[in-house]
Protein backbone atom coordinates (compact mmCIF):
# COMPACT_ATOMS: atom_id res chain seq x y z
CA UNK A 1 0.00 0.00 0.00
CA UNK A 2 1.30 3.49 -0.74
CA UNK A 3 2.39 5.39 1.90
CA UNK A 4 4.11 8.69 2.85
CA UNK A 5 5.11 9.53 6.43
CA UNK A 6 6.78 12.70 7.86
CA UNK A 7 8.59 13.86 10.52
CA UNK A 8 8.90 15.34 13.52
CA UNK A 9 5.53 15.79 14.14
CA UNK A 10 6.63 19.42 15.08
CA UNK A 11 9.72 20.92 15.25
CA UNK A 12 10.67 24.46 17.30
CA UNK A 13 13.02 26.38 16.23
CA UNK A 14 14.71 30.16 16.95
CA UNK A 15 15.01 32.67 14.35
CA UNK A 16 18.17 31.61 12.23
CA UNK A 17 18.63 27.81 13.56
CA UNK A 18 18.48 26.15 10.31
CA UNK A 19 16.84 22.25 10.14
CA UNK A 20 15.50 19.55 8.14
CA UNK A 21 11.97 17.83 7.95
CA UNK A 22 11.59 14.41 6.34
CA UNK A 23 9.19 12.92 4.37
CA UNK A 24 9.35 8.97 3.26
CA UNK A 25 7.58 7.51 0.93
CA UNK A 26 6.17 3.99 -0.50
CA UNK A 27 5.07 4.53 -3.56
CA UNK A 28 4.51 2.50 -6.89
CA UNK A 29 5.93 4.68 -9.78
CA UNK A 30 7.01 7.63 -8.19
CA UNK A 31 5.28 10.46 -10.81
CA UNK A 32 6.44 12.56 -8.12
CA UNK A 33 6.76 14.50 -4.75
CA UNK A 34 5.44 17.87 -3.48
CA UNK A 35 6.01 20.00 -0.83
CA UNK A 36 3.17 22.32 0.40
CA UNK A 37 2.97 24.65 3.02
CA UNK A 38 -0.47 24.72 4.91
CA UNK A 39 -1.25 27.99 7.08
CA UNK A 40 -4.28 27.96 10.08
CA UNK A 41 -7.38 28.03 8.61
CA UNK A 42 -6.05 27.90 4.97
CA UNK A 43 -5.79 25.09 2.38
CA UNK A 44 -2.46 23.96 1.72
CA UNK A 45 -0.10 26.24 -0.83
CA UNK A 46 2.16 24.59 -3.54
CA UNK A 47 6.19 25.00 -2.76
CA UNK A 48 7.43 22.31 -5.41
CA UNK A 49 7.80 19.35 -7.25
CA UNK A 50 10.45 16.61 -7.30
CA UNK A 51 10.28 14.05 -10.01
CA UNK A 52 13.60 11.79 -9.45
CA UNK A 53 16.44 11.30 -7.36
CA UNK A 54 19.16 13.80 -6.89
CA UNK A 55 16.70 16.50 -7.93
CA UNK A 56 16.73 19.56 -5.91
CA UNK A 57 15.02 22.67 -6.28
CA UNK A 58 14.98 25.86 -4.10
CA UNK A 59 12.86 29.45 -3.11
CA UNK A 60 13.80 31.82 -0.65
CA UNK A 61 14.82 29.79 2.80
CA UNK A 62 13.64 26.30 1.78
CA UNK A 63 15.65 23.92 -0.39
CA UNK A 64 13.75 20.23 -1.31
CA UNK A 65 15.51 17.12 -2.30
CA UNK A 66 14.76 13.69 -3.04
CA UNK A 67 15.96 10.24 -2.93
CA UNK A 68 14.58 7.13 -3.68
CA UNK A 69 13.22 6.64 -0.34
CA UNK A 70 12.60 10.01 0.98
CA UNK A 71 12.51 13.82 0.86
CA UNK A 72 14.02 16.38 2.85
CA UNK A 73 12.72 20.20 3.23
CA UNK A 74 15.69 21.90 4.53
CA UNK A 75 15.06 25.41 6.16
CA UNK A 76 18.40 27.60 6.19
CA UNK A 77 18.16 30.52 8.89
CA UNK A 78 14.46 30.46 9.36
CA UNK A 79 11.76 33.47 10.29
CA UNK A 80 8.88 33.86 12.44
CA UNK A 81 6.78 33.89 9.32
CA UNK A 82 8.10 30.02 8.35
CA UNK A 83 5.93 28.86 10.99
CA UNK A 84 3.25 26.47 9.11
CA UNK A 85 2.19 23.13 8.38
CA UNK A 86 4.91 21.39 5.79
CA UNK A 87 3.01 18.72 4.23
CA UNK A 88 4.74 15.96 1.49
CA UNK A 89 2.23 14.30 -0.70
CA UNK A 90 3.11 11.84 -3.24
CA UNK A 91 1.99 10.72 -6.69
CA UNK A 92 2.43 6.96 -7.55
CA UNK A 93 1.86 5.66 -11.21
CA UNK A 94 -1.32 3.87 -10.19
CA UNK A 95 -3.11 6.57 -8.53
CA UNK A 96 -5.35 8.86 -11.57
CA UNK A 97 -4.38 12.14 -10.34
CA UNK A 98 -4.73 11.77 -6.51
CA UNK A 99 -2.03 12.68 -4.09
CA UNK A 100 -1.22 10.41 -1.02
CA UNK A 101 -0.63 13.06 1.49
CA UNK A 102 1.64 12.47 4.58
CA UNK A 103 0.20 13.60 8.23
CA UNK A 104 2.67 16.94 8.38
CA UNK A 105 5.29 18.67 10.14
CA UNK A 106 4.39 21.84 12.37
CA UNK A 107 7.10 24.38 12.50
CA UNK A 108 7.68 27.07 15.01
CA UNK A 109 9.85 29.53 14.66
CA UNK A 110 10.78 31.96 17.86
CA UNK A 111 12.12 35.84 17.36
CA UNK B 1 -13.30 33.03 -10.32
CA UNK B 2 -9.42 33.58 -8.97
CA UNK B 3 -8.90 30.76 -6.40
CA UNK B 4 -11.22 28.24 -5.59
CA UNK B 5 -13.90 28.98 -3.32
CA UNK B 6 -15.86 26.59 -0.60
CA UNK B 7 -18.70 27.18 1.33
CA UNK B 8 -19.64 27.12 3.83
CA UNK B 9 -16.47 27.85 5.68
CA UNK B 10 -17.72 26.61 9.01
CA UNK B 11 -21.27 24.05 9.66
CA UNK B 12 -21.97 23.04 12.43
CA UNK B 13 -24.77 20.19 12.49
CA UNK B 14 -26.60 17.83 14.41
CA UNK B 15 -25.83 14.34 14.67
CA UNK B 16 -28.23 12.33 11.88
CA UNK B 17 -28.90 15.88 9.68
CA UNK B 18 -27.41 15.92 5.93
CA UNK B 19 -25.37 18.39 4.79
CA UNK B 20 -24.19 19.64 1.68
CA UNK B 21 -20.91 21.38 0.86
CA UNK B 22 -19.64 23.48 -2.05
CA UNK B 23 -16.83 23.93 -4.48
CA UNK B 24 -16.30 26.36 -6.57
CA UNK B 25 -13.01 25.30 -8.99
CA UNK B 26 -10.61 27.62 -11.03
CA UNK B 27 -12.33 28.41 -13.99
CA UNK B 28 -10.92 25.77 -17.05
CA UNK B 29 -9.93 23.72 -14.68
CA UNK B 30 -10.77 20.20 -15.62
CA UNK B 31 -9.95 17.99 -12.49
CA UNK B 32 -11.49 18.73 -9.15
CA UNK B 33 -10.23 16.88 -6.22
CA UNK B 34 -12.37 16.05 -2.33
CA UNK B 35 -10.21 15.52 0.55
CA UNK B 36 -10.93 15.53 3.95
CA UNK B 37 -8.44 16.57 6.97
CA UNK B 38 -9.39 15.30 10.28
CA UNK B 39 -7.62 17.25 13.63
CA UNK B 40 -4.01 16.02 14.09
CA UNK B 41 -4.03 14.10 10.46
CA UNK B 42 -3.12 14.01 7.07
CA UNK B 43 -5.35 14.51 4.13
CA UNK B 44 -7.30 11.78 3.26
CA UNK B 45 -8.26 11.56 -0.40
CA UNK B 46 -12.45 11.34 -1.28
CA UNK B 47 -13.01 11.72 -4.70
CA UNK B 48 -11.82 12.56 -7.67
CA UNK B 49 -13.49 14.10 -11.41
CA UNK B 50 -11.46 14.78 -14.06
CA UNK B 51 -13.57 15.59 -17.15
CA UNK B 52 -15.96 13.64 -18.31
CA UNK B 53 -14.68 10.64 -17.33
CA UNK B 54 -15.96 8.63 -14.62
CA UNK B 55 -14.88 10.28 -11.55
CA UNK B 56 -12.37 7.88 -8.74
CA UNK B 57 -14.58 7.38 -5.63
CA UNK B 58 -12.21 4.82 -4.16
CA UNK B 59 -11.62 7.03 -1.05
CA UNK B 60 -15.17 7.94 -0.21
CA UNK B 61 -15.43 6.19 3.35
CA UNK B 62 -18.81 4.98 3.46
CA UNK B 63 -21.98 5.04 0.93
CA UNK B 64 -23.46 7.78 3.25
CA UNK B 65 -20.75 9.84 1.18
CA UNK B 66 -21.41 11.19 -2.14
CA UNK B 67 -20.42 13.94 -4.47
CA UNK B 68 -21.23 15.24 -8.06
CA UNK B 69 -20.28 17.84 -10.53
CA UNK B 70 -22.45 19.53 -12.40
CA UNK B 71 -21.44 20.88 -16.10
CA UNK B 72 -17.94 19.99 -15.33
CA UNK B 73 -17.91 22.94 -12.79
CA UNK B 74 -19.51 23.39 -9.67
CA UNK B 75 -19.32 20.44 -7.05
CA UNK B 76 -21.10 19.21 -4.26
CA UNK B 77 -20.00 16.91 -1.41
CA UNK B 78 -22.98 15.39 0.49
CA UNK B 79 -22.63 13.53 3.62
CA UNK B 80 -26.06 12.07 4.99
CA UNK B 81 -27.37 11.34 8.39
CA UNK B 82 -24.01 12.80 9.65
CA UNK B 83 -21.92 10.88 12.62
CA UNK B 84 -19.54 12.27 14.79
CA UNK B 85 -16.27 11.05 12.92
CA UNK B 86 -17.19 13.15 10.21
CA UNK B 87 -16.31 16.13 11.83
CA UNK B 88 -13.49 17.16 10.31
CA UNK B 89 -12.32 20.10 7.47
CA UNK B 90 -13.43 19.27 3.84
CA UNK B 91 -10.91 20.74 1.35
CA UNK B 92 -11.45 20.86 -2.42
CA UNK B 93 -9.01 21.39 -4.87
CA UNK B 94 -8.59 21.98 -8.94
CA UNK B 95 -6.01 21.25 -11.55
CA UNK B 96 -5.42 21.56 -15.07
CA UNK B 97 -4.73 18.15 -15.52
CA UNK B 98 -3.19 15.53 -13.49
CA UNK B 99 -0.02 15.54 -10.53
CA UNK B 100 0.11 17.85 -7.66
CA UNK B 101 2.23 20.93 -8.70
CA UNK B 102 -1.24 22.33 -10.41
CA UNK B 103 -3.37 21.74 -7.57
CA UNK B 104 -5.27 24.70 -6.28
CA UNK B 105 -7.05 24.53 -2.66
CA UNK B 106 -10.04 26.13 -1.22
CA UNK B 107 -9.85 27.30 2.17
CA UNK B 108 -12.24 24.71 3.20
CA UNK B 109 -14.90 23.72 4.70
CA UNK B 110 -14.91 22.65 8.65
CA UNK B 111 -17.65 20.55 9.56
CA UNK B 112 -18.46 19.56 13.50
CA UNK B 113 -20.80 17.37 13.97
CA UNK B 114 -22.62 17.73 17.54
Known amino acids: EDQVTQSPEALRLQEGESSSLNCSYT??????LFWYRQDPGKGPEFLFTLYSAGEEKEKERLKATLTKKESFLHITAPKPEDSATYLC????????????FGQGTTLQVKP | GAGVSQSPSNKVTEKGKDVELRCDPI?????LYWYRQSLGQGLEFLIY????????KSGLPSDRFSAERTGGSVSTLTIQRTQQEDSAVYLC????????????FGSGTRLTVV
Open chain 2, 93 to 104: ASSLGLGGDGYT
Open chain 2, 27 to 31: SGHTA
Open chain 1, 89 to 100: AAHGSGNTGKLI
Open chain 2, 49 to 56: FQGNSAPD
Open chain 1, 27 to 32: VSGLRG
